[in-house]
């Protein structure tokens, strides 16, 4: 059975096929921005063009943008493939990857991880994970001040792990600098992929709906 992974929610751009568990292709491309006109041709590119019977798609939190275009379009090749269609959280990604990248790198047990990436408005979109990868509360948006108030962590990581090392002043937790990887989703526990869709958005929206308005 084939597996197509599709990760969008920050500045890094993802797709990668598994055929029974096996990574047979992938595209990881640091974007910033286009992520719309990427994606649809990054899938086409791989073998078959990508179909395959399952979907997994990062639901985030990260860019607003950058999670509605993954899920539109993991739901639209679901509809036209007739796939199963998972979603799974960004913040647990990075995490499995980081613990992977941590062990190996220590050659010790799994330790706890702190994920730190960067969000909207200059907060930080941070959240705690077991040395299972699983995560222990909700990912929150935090101003970088508050974020470096938290209890410590042994690892730190993200995309904003080394400045939230700097903030915290802390020189001996180990730092991985990482974006989440289409490819690596297999890392992530099925318990942690699910039909739910919707977004993980991680803060409020920005602007208040004019119906909502009015009822004030």
Known sequence: MRTLAIE??????????????ALIARDHRVLGRGHAEALVPMIAALPGKGQARRILVSRGPGSFTGVR?????????????????????????????????????RGSAPAPVRVAMAGGHGEWFVQDFGPDARPE??????PPDEAASLSARSVLAGNRARELAEHVGDDTAQVLDILPDAARTLLLAGALQTADLAPIYGRGPDAVPMAQRGSK
């Open 8 to 21: 969008t929610a920050t500045e890094a751009c993802s797709v990668a096929l598994f055929e029974d568990g």
């Open 69 to 105: 275009i993954g899920i539109a379009t993991a739901r639209a090749l679901g509809f036209a493939w007739k796939a199963e269609v998972l979603g799974y959280p960004t913040l647990a990604l990075v995490a499995a990857i980081a613990r992977e990248e941590a062990q190996s790198a």
């Open 137 to 142: 509360n909700a990912a929150q948006s935090l």
